[in-house]
């Protein structure tokens, strides 16, 4: 039997909870962890038993959340404690519109820095770029950031080192049957445009029975253990993984498994973020987004392509075979933006002064076209005033006028 232990925020363990009369530590994979536990008050124990301190039970740590303390009329004292895994710690801090493009390691490194945690083992190599479009714990980013990985979340280090594991269990070729090592069977499906189904075996009493007493197995399925199920009156017959556990951690025995692949529940018992992350250097739409080149847009012919990054700004002309010359583009040396070739307009407005500037060629404003008058005029709110030139005026050719020039 392993008894839980008390210990406090400098680490010093302070009681062996040896008087514990019952117990449940409950786990789902990405989502809640939490350790409850009943005990009568005993000298040396009870008294440590308050919101300061926090509890090792089955390897990891979990901060004492609630106590009830209860007094009978036999003069008994019960005290009822609820605990959240140290993990639930990460939820003190949010962020804001979290993004980062780089490694699994380095996201997570970044998350867990200025923290109580460290970063362990990461499975996952290939950098992503991850956003959470609004404000979020660093547990909730945690979690998305596993979820979209495929990942599932571990700890080790008392539960003060996070990793990110391709799974937490492992197949070691575990059955359970109806009427041999379960009480019972109860299934759900759920269609949310992909058919899952999720098995929650009730294994409470088997231990209550002689003919079970060689069913150690169930004791040592551990969270994310794939385990056959087998019932030939529903017609089950399938390899699940362990997604949510409940067990005595005193006994080390089981008491409840949920066995289901990536099952997403519409009522989940923690309502955790659905964000998307992009792969690095995957092409959506002609959309790229890379650590060589920030966010390129480019179309399938090739005819044209736009670049964004810190460095550019630029949309590009293309000749169809992949090179491409600058069109509209962010000048940043002279700050200003600059547009190489023909605009097609039917107005310009600008605002300021236009300037027309050559390198020692002809520039000009040249009006073309048949019918109609091409004019230059000059106006305000007050309506059209005269045009006004400061400085020679050189005409090549005739100038005619409806009025008066001077």
């Known amino acids: 039997m392993s008894y839980p232990e008390i210990y406090n925020a400098s680490g010093d363990r302070l009681a062996i909870l040896n008087n514990i009369t019952s117990n449940k530590l409950m786990r789902k994979v990405n989502s809640y962890y939490e350790f409850d536990f009943s005990c009568f008050e005993e000298e040396f124990k009870t008294e440590y038993i308050t919101l300061d301190n926090y509890v090792i039970a089955d390897n990891d740590s979990f901060d004492i959340a609630s106590i009830s303390v209860n007094h009978n009329a036999s003069g008994q004292i019960k005290y009822d404690v609820k605990c959240e895994h140290v993990f639930y710690r990460l939820t003190d801090t949010d962020k804001f519109n979290y993004a980062k493009n780089d490694t699994p390691t380095n996201i997570l490194t970044d998350l867990l820095s200025d923290t109580d945690f460290s970063v362990g083992t990461v499975e996952f190599t290939d950098s992503i770029i991850f956003a959470v479009n609004r404000t979020a714990s660093i547990m909730n980013i945690i979690i998305t950031l596993a979820n979209k990985l495929g990942a599932e979340i571990g700890f080790s280090n008392s539960g003060f080192t996070v990793n990110l594991l391709d799974s937490l269990g492992s197949d070691n070729g575990f059955q359970i049957r109806l009427q041999k090592n379960m009480k019972g069977i109860t299934y759900k499906v759920e269609d949310r445009g992909e058919l899952k189904t999720a098995y929650e075996v009730d294994v409470v009493d088997i231990y209550m029975s002689r003919e079970f007493e060689d069913m150690t197995f169930v004791e040592t399925v551990e969270i994310g253990d794939t385990v056959q199920v087998i019932n030939s009156v529903l017609g089950i017959d399938t390899s699940q993984a362990v997604l949510e556990i409940e067990k005595n951690v005193i006994s080390g025995r089981n008491l409840k498994l949920t066995l289901a692949n990536t099952f997403d529940s519409l009522a989940d018992d923690l309502a955790f973020m659905q964000e998307e992350a992009v792969k690095k250097d995957e092409v959506i739409y002609g959309v790229k987004i890379g650590n060589d080149i920030g966010i390129e847009i480019e179309r399938d012919d090739k005819l044209a392509k736009t670049i964004l990054n810190a460095d550019k700004f630029a949309m590009q002309k293309g000749d169809g075979t992949g090179s491409y010359v600058d069109s509209l583009y962010f000048d940043a040396v002279n700050e200003k933006w600059i547009f190489a070739g023909?605009?097609?307009?039917?107005?310009?407005?600008?605002?300021?002064?236009m300037i027309i500037d050559g390198d020692g060629t002809s520039t000009g404003i040249w009006f073309i076209?048949?019918?109609?008058?091409?004019?230059?005029?000059?106006?305000?709110?007050?309506?059209?005033?005269?045009?006004?030139?400061?400085?020679?005026?050189?005409?090549?050719?005739?100038?005619?006028?409806?009025?008066?020039?001077?």
Request: proline share 2%.
């Open 342 to 353: 023909t605009v097609n307009t039917d107005d310009i407005t600008v605002e300021g002064n």
């Open 369 to 406: 076209g048949e019918g109609g008058a091409n004019t230059i005029v000059y106006q305000n709110t007050s309506g059209t005033k005269p045009l006004t030139i400061a400085g020679n005026l050189h005409v090549t050719g005739d100038i005619t006028a409806d009025g008066t020039i001077g």
